[in-house]
């Protein structure tokens, strides 16, 4: 779809009336921090054909820029502020509870936090003990664990009514959605169902998902903690391979449709000698299959690193038939079918392997942040208040072209980034690992 057929508007819940506590500046040059005004915008499509350039800003698209308004629609008096995590673990949860709570508390003076426990289930269940109050002494140190305080879970999309209804009852008018693709969604149908019965409730998404595979996203938080855990398990696995007399490190990584973390990874670690990702696919058998390059990396080298995304191979495996409680289909386990592959294939050749297979999928998913990702939360929660108390609804914060921005929730969710295999970041992938660029036996 060409940017110039999206619709990049963000929803607002009314006309600002209250001056905004944080005091910054509205003229340049004053060595103070200005606010964004409303008329500021970031470029989406930033690729330009020098031949057609003026069509091409036409459909460049706009993205309305994040951060502080100097007018703001809630009375921070007034506000009763709810957050909740669904969905499955990634670092940085705490980190983006932390700054969410923190920038609500000293920058807006808003002192009624609540935190919803185990996802949307904490709003639609009428157990008190699902909502905790939150304030910066219970979040202070939270930041240096993994996992996230408020607990998650999946599941609950269809208890939209239900969970407008206990917003009502509450009083709750912000409510922050952290979580990935199911949760934005949810978060979206939510929003339409409080504009459907006319309550002025901000609904605010913080986009998580470890693959970094949500579409208008430049990265997902937890992303690069996950490459940094992941770079850990594959120097293991090359030591390991290294050691024994054709030895074979097998390691997979998280990434269900999108072999971002796999492809980073490999770059990060230069020793992966097969990235295999779900999409570019590839055979085990033939001329051109994995297994016969596997062969002649071990007759060269004697040893072999091969990363796998969870979702590669697919196609080469029986269908589980199987959903998860957020409509995920349930993958086949390609791990265990590559070790087992391999061993067979060599055992019929009368060569003996040493096959070494690691997952590190839930250690990664459960590990606090490292530094860069640490920065990213705190900005990101930062930013989605700054929407949500300037009345913005039914968006996302995140990061285009380096500026952050609010995202359309009908714009990112559902939708999903790949690494496109006839990119720069592939090639570079193949150059890196010396593999072929396809592993097909084409006709």
Known sequence: ???????????????CQFDSPITLSTTNDDNIANYVTDNQRVIYQVDVDFEDCERTRLSAGLFEKAGPRQRIFFNPSEVHAAILTAGGLCPGLNDVIRSIVMTLWYR?????ITGVRFGYRGLYDIDDSLRVSLDPAAVRDIHRTGGTVLGSSRGGGNRIADMAQACLRLNINLLFCIGGDGTQKGAMALAREFSRINSSCAVVGIPKTIDNDLSFVERSFGFD??????????????TEARAAVDGIGLVKVMGRQSGFIAVHTALAQNDVNFVLIPEVPFELKGVNGLL??????????????????EGAGQQLLEATNRTDASGNVKLADIGPFLCDNINAHF???GREVSIKYIDPSYIIRSAPTIAND?????RLGANGVHAAMAGRTECLVGLVN?????????????????VDPESALWR?????TGQPPLMLNLL
């Open 1 to 15: 779809m060409n940017s110039s057929d999206m619709d990049f508007g963000i929803r607002r819940l009314g006309d």
């Open 108 to 112: 807006y003076g808003v002192r009624q």
């Open 225 to 238: 903690t996950a490459v940094s855990e992941a770079v850990m398990a594959v120097a293991a696995a090359h």
């Open 292 to 309: 016969r390059h596997l062969e002649d990396r071990l007759k060269a080298r004697h040893h072999a690193v091969i990363l796998v995304a």
């Open 347 to 349: 055992r019929n050749l």
């Open 374 to 378: 640490s920065i990213y939360c705190q």
């Open 402 to 418: 380096g500026r952050f921005v609010h995202v359309p929730m009908a714009l990112a969710a559902g939708k999903r980034n790949f």
């Open 428 to 432: 570079d992938v193949i150059e890196a």
